[in-house]
């Protein structure tokens, strides 16, 4: 038992035929939010995108009331 040598577990290849499949643009990467699709994927993307903009639009009106 302690001679053995340790091997790690292979993928479970039972799962190729599941009728849910993680997207193929989703593996591989750091941050697989970024590359998902979907409805609510899309929706938290459009939240997103409107978030970072309306950030930037009071970063300017700051800007301007400092001045």
């Known amino acids: 038992m302690a001679n053995e ?4 577990s292979k993928p ?4 190729k035929d599941a009728s849910i499949q993680s ?5 591989d ?10 409805p609510l994927s899309s ?3 459009s939240i997103e995108e409107k978030a ?3 950030d930037k639009k009071d970063e300017e009106e700051e800007k301007e009331d400092k001045e």
């Open 5 to 8: 040598k340790y091997e790690p």
């Open 12 to 15: 479970d290849a039972s799962n």
């Open 43 to 45: 929706l938290m993307h």
């Open 23 to 27: 997207d193929p643009g989703t593996t």
């Open 52 to 54: 970072e903009a309306n």
């Open 29 to 38: 990467t750091t941050d697989p939010q970024e590359h998902m699709k979907g």
